[in-house]
């Protein structure tokens, strides 16, 4: 308990905020989930980030890099952590089954459809040739989401933030060190600068 | 490793297991995702894996759709849901209840801190796997080009992704790449 504390008697936990983001609903956020799936070839991510933040306005830039560093910092695969803790933020759990029902299920029913024609028609050389020029463009617009993820970090001249950023592409990117250990270390030390510069930075 | 005689059980034991310890999301599994589906439990060769992995990427969705292929090709449409909520459920709870902790604690000020702190590692693996990615997919300097191309026009304009894959897509039908 901190000793600043809020006054005990305060009636509803979710106090109102200037500014109330809208509230999607069950079938809102199955729908959105859905088609931010549906649209999202190689990775949910870019289209995530786009329907969340840019179409419906329904986190701020900050406030998505934020929840998707908690979900990329849990074991799991990332953007269907994102759905569901999405989800369940506007509507409880009912909320985030809604969003990850909408995530998972329409792609699932078509990749099995699609696993059952490529054992048929795999090997046609066209078909090969196509996926892989999608596939090139697929890694193009990742690495649009890195650059726009990257922004408010530039924006706010965050030096200390963007050089932890390039430690860790150097050792996993290039260096190609393993993932368990180069989290190991750059957990606790970006913790420990954070805390440094956050400390330095009050008195 | 004894045979299990139960295929679904495997497979829901396997990926609540893996998905554990899959720090990174789905495509930082892969190479664990190999190493079960083919050396340990011989549900599939190297090629059929590889195939897999191609058709997972390029279906629309989430990157655990490999999961639910893998189930698939194990034990059809059982095996897929079972492997798929085996690899989402568990993680998904977790971070159910681990941002819900945060949230109450909004007043506290060391949430604020753990996520400053975690923001650009996150965008730093991020980035990473943009480059691993892209070496594995950019075989030729015309597909590097197409990579450079897309990231950019999207980064810079409103485009709709969707017409950068097609005309990648065209592009290799074409034989360009």
Known sequence: MPPDSQPVAAPAPDTPTPNPPPQ??????????????????????????????????????EEFNETFALCHFLPGPNIVNLSFVFGSRFRGIAGGLAAFAGLVGPPMVIATVLAGLYAHYGEIDALRRTLAGVACAAVGLLIA??????????????????VILAAVFVAIGLIRWPLQIVLLVAIPLSLAITIGVRRKGKA | MTANPNPIATLVWTFGLMSLFAVGGANSAIPEMHRVAVDVHHWMTDKQFADVFAISQLSPGPNVLIVTLIGYSVAGVAGALAATVAMCGPTALLAYYVSRFLERSRGARWPAIIQAA????????MAASGLILARTSDQSWIAALITVVAAAL??????????????????????VV
């Open chain 1, 24 to 61: 999607p609903g069950l079938f809102e956020l199955f729908v959105a989930f859905a088609k931010m799936s549906l649209a999202g070839f190689g990775g949910v991510l870019v289209w995530a980030r786009r329907g969340i933040v840019e179409q419906h306005r329904w986190m701020t830039a």
């Open chain 1, 145 to 162: 989401v890195v650059f726009k993820m990257m922004m408010p970090l530039v924006k706010r001249r965050d030096l200390v933030g963007l």
């Open chain 2, 118 to 125: 975690l923001v650009p590692l996150s965008i730093g693996l």
């Open chain 2, 154 to 175: 999207a980064s810079a304009t409103r485009i709709n992704p969707f017409w950068l894959l097609l005309a990648g897509g065209v592009l290799g039908f074409a034989g």
